[in-house]
């Protein structure tokens, strides 16, 4: 004998049910003769009046309303929910060309198991760009990429002006409008940096001291860092105004005034004496170790005012490039780590960093085309 098909029941059936079953235990008859009746269980009953008992048919229908409305929000909060972590994923990076989002959409795709028309929607992709064939990138186009991001790598904090500049140096041919292409399309980028607060005070103007031949004015400036146990390098810059050669960076955990004098003798026998000294009113420039030094030397003083850094421009210059360019990604271990890493950094800086006061020309460059067009004049 087969079993009785099991039948689902609407809550306006199930309402009309239970009013028949009430009228029928008012008369007097048992539950079970009324479950028999309306071909129920007596648990379903029981369920029945708990979930539905005291609602009309209205009220019922109301109910189911809300019921499939509560059915389509929560759907709609998990395709929301669905659509936000998809987000997140491919936030990581930018995507703001099409072959970019072309690949977020088949990833999308493969990770989360959605339809391409739900992935092209999360991340602002028509879906017929997503259709074409990606545009295939010609060799020499893809090796200046492959330059551009090696280059980016090296000098994270050199813009895209500086990697044209550097690829013409390398013997491409091209010009910044397609070198800024590329940057901006591989999205490469140089961080933002905080904006400092605008100095101002009266001073001595920065032109009032301008050299007009090297070996004239060196600037000098204090420098600090902490190695990764904490312990502080000191370290002594020393820059010429006109060519802007840093002849050099000592470091040590601390610099007095006779260290000062050390490092001068030292530079006087490579390059010469200069003719002035350009630094601020700390106590080992002030000190008597080198007042005696200037005056046996024949070398003349320019003391900026106090509290005024912007009177010696070219060195604050230097120190702000030097530490956004080495200082602020680096972590040494120890003093010798420091001493190496730094005089590596001063040598690129003099050999390979362009400025565009000098022509685009690096500091070594300038000082050596000088002395070929200006030293036989002077001699």
């Not at 990697?163 to 013409?168: F, N």
């Not at 090297?214 to 902490?226: G, I, S």
Request: with cysteine.
């Amino acid at each position: 004998m087969m079993s009785k098909k099991r039948r689902r029941h609407t809550p306006e059936q199930i309402i009309r049910k239970l009013a028949e079953g009430n009228k029928l235990l008012s008369a007097g008859q048992d539950l079970d003769e009324v479950c028999r009746h309306l071909e129920i269980a007596e648990s379903t009953w029981h369920r029945w009046l708990a979930q539905y008992g005291g609602m009309k048919a209205n009220d019922a229908k109301r109910l189911k309303e809300l019921e499939g409305e509560n059915a389509r929000l929560k759907k709609l909060v998990a395709n929301q929910a669905l659509d936000i972590d998809m987000l997140r994923e491919v936030a990581k990076g930018g995507i703001l060309t099409p072959n970019r989002k072309r690949r977020a959409v088949m990833m999308l795709r493969e990770r989360f198991g959605v339809s391409e028309r739900q992935a092209c929607k999360a991340v602002g992709q028509p879906r017929s760009t997503q259709r074409l064939p990606a545009r295939v990138v010609p060799d020499d186009e893809q090796l200046l990429v492959e330059f551009l991001i090696k280059f980016s790598k090296q000098r994270p904090r050199w813009g895209w002006r500086r990697a044209a500049k550097a690829a013409r140096r390398d013997g491409w041919d091209v010009n910044d409008k397609r070198v800024k292409r590329l940057w901006r399309l591989h999205g490469l980028r140089v961080p933002a940096k905080k904006r400092k607060k605008r100095l101002s005070g009266i001073g001595t103007q920065i032109g009032a001291m301008s050299p007009i031949r090297p070996n004239v004015l060196w600037a000098l400036d204090f420098q600090f860092d902490t190695t990764i146990d904490g312990r502080t390098l000191k370290m002594l810059n020393v820059i010429d105004e006109f060519t802007r050669e840093c002849h050099a960076i000592d470091v040590h955990r601390s610099i007095d005034a006779d260290g000062v004098v050390n490092v001068l003798d030292r530079l006087a026998a490579e390059h010469g004496f200069p003719i002035y000294l350009r630094f601020d009113n700390g106590g080992e420039f002030i000190a008597q170790a080198v007042a005696d030094w200037c005056r046996f030397n024949s070398v003349n003083t320019i003391f900026i005012d106090p509290g005024s850094p912007w009177q010696n421009a070219w060195i604050e210059s230097f120190n702000g490039r030097f530490r956004d360019e080495l200082l602020n990604g680096w972590h040494f271990d120890s003093l010798l780590e420091a001493r190496v890493i730094i005089e590596d950094h001063r040598i690129d800086y003099n050999m390979n960093r362009p400025h565009t006061a000098h022509g685009d020309l690096t500091p070594t460059e300038f000082a050596t085309k000088w002395k070929t067009e200006h030293q036989p004049q002077v001699a």
